[in-house]
């Protein structure tokens, strides 16, 4: 990229329990999106409740970023997502999704 170019993303971010985070990344792949960065052993409280990985607060959580090119895209996958939880979950799993625009800068 030269010092003059800049590329606008769409910088989806979600937060999901590990377990459903399998599922997230399974939709990301059956979708056709070219890459994403996972982070895992993530601990954490919300409206699902405490995730430590811990013997007293069971259960962990992952962190799934995705750079795309557009909101249609982000809209898309997270609706799918909601999808999967609807039709799979009688328990809502956490899972939280933050839409961010930014510029790729190298």
Known sequence: MSD?????ICFLLMICETEFSRRVVALL????VPGH????GISGLGRSG???DSDIWPGGNCIILVALPDD??????VSRA?????D??????G????????TQLA
């Open 29 to 32: 792949d059956e979708m056709g």
């Open 50 to 52: 405490r995730r430590e």
């Open 37 to 40: 960065t996972g982070l895992s």
């Open 4 to 8: 003059t170019e800049e590329a606008r």
């Open 88 to 93: 799979n979950y009688r328990k809502r799993p």
């Open 95 to 102: 899972f939280a999704a933050f839409k961010l625009h930014g």
């Open 72 to 77: 249609a895209v982000a809209d898309e996958v």
């Open 82 to 86: 909601e999808q999967i939880i609807a």
